[in-house]
């Protein structure tokens, strides 16, 4: 399979390789558009990819923040509910987001904080082709020998409008009926899937039903993401059918959901489903934005322990 292509040849969705955004970085320079290109460095308990940024990133790459803008504050939805659409409107276009955008998002880790600002600029209503995760991120980006500078970006503000709803959601009733009834899987180590450690959340252990499927299961040694055809094998291996762009229940393929410990990592889930071509673009999985942080706090809801659904 290859990637969904935009006008430009070396735009590929949803993964772009360095050397091709070098490309389009210089091909813009020449006096063609560049795509606005998105640093969301982030780690989990901190510091913040702040400083990392304003040490050296992708030249004309503007930083955006997991925790204040590309999520809601934390509360009862989660540790990053879905940010409201105006305020999420407001960053984008800040950084420099129009209609007509292409747009690739950066971290450098395992791509799941690229793939959340990703799922996010589709769910916003930016087409299947005009959005994309750097593949290997900053890591790769440098590993590679591409510009890196400490200039700050200042890009015209962009025009876009945000139209929630362009990728869909799901909430823990409807991921719970997923865990029964189709495939939900759970991008969590495996660790804290089997309930043996949580780090983070108020309860140990997972939705009953649901399938781990870890996130960081999606790359090689190299920290680049694997084949699309190898991603198929190991989705296919945890009872992800392909659909044939009918309904799920006419090919008797079953409907897929992905959570998480936040929301985050289980947007990678989604786009490497998308990159495999077992949910193409046009029929994405669902994503349960609350995820376990949303789930175990609720103690009426019911915990599984242990390496079985």
């Given at each position: 399979m290859t990637g969904v292509t935009s006008p430009t040849p070396q735009f590929t969705a949803p993964l772009l390789e360095p050397a091709h955004l070098a490309a389009l970085l210089r091909s813009a320079a020449g006096g063609g558009v560049a795509p606005v290109v998105l640093d969301v460095r982030w780690?989990?308990?901190?510091?913040?990819?702040?400083?990392?940024?304003?040490?050296?990133?992708?030249?004309?790459?503007?930083f955006v923040d997991l925790d204040t803008e590309l999520a809601a504050p934390p509360g009862p939805g989660g540790r990053h509910p879905l940010p409201d659409?105006?305020?999420?409107?407001?960053?984008?276009?800040?950084?420099?987001?129009?209609q007509e955008s292409r747009v690739v998002a950066y971290d450098d880790d395992t791509g799941a904080v690229a793939a959340r600002a990703w799922w996010l600029l589709r769910w916003a209503g930016l087409p299947a082709d005009g959005v994309a995760v750097l593949d290997g991120g900053f890591r790769a980006w440098t590993a590679e020998g591409l510009p890196v500078t400490a200039t700050p970006s200042r890009p015209a503000p962009g025009d876009v409008v945000v139209h929630p709803g362009g990728m869909p959601v799901v909430g823990a009733d409807a991921a719970a009926e997923l865990a029964r009834?189709?495939?939900?899987?759970?991008?969590?180590?495996?660790a804290r899937y089997r309930g043996e450690t949580e780090p983070v959340d108020a309860r140990a252990g997972h939705i009953p039903g649901a399938r781990n499927a870890p996130a960081t299961e999606h790359l090689g040694p190299d920290g680049r993401w694997l084949p699309p055809t190898a991603l198929a094998r190991h989705y296919e291996a945890r009872g992800v059918a392909p659909v044939d762009g009918?309904?799920?229940?006419?090919?008797?393929?079953a409907e897929v959901g992905a959570y998480c410990?936040?929301?985050?990592?289980?947007?990678?889930?989604?786009?490497?489903?998308?990159y495999s071509g077992l949910r193409p673009a046009a029929r994405p999985a669902a994503l349960y934005p609350g995820s376990w942080s949303e789930w175990s706090a609720d103690p009426h809801r019911p915990v599984a322990t242990?390496?079985?659904p």
């Open positions: 780690r989990l308990g901190g510091p913040a990819g702040r400083a990392d940024h304003e040490a050296g990133h992708v030249p004309g790459a503007v659409a105006g305020a999420l409107q407001a960053v984008l276009r800040r950084a420099g987001v129009s009834h189709g495939v939900l899987l759970d991008a969590r180590a495996g009918r309904t799920d229940r006419d090919n008797g393929s410990g936040s929301g985050v990592n289980a947007a990678a889930v989604v786009l490497a489903l998308e242990g390496a079985e």
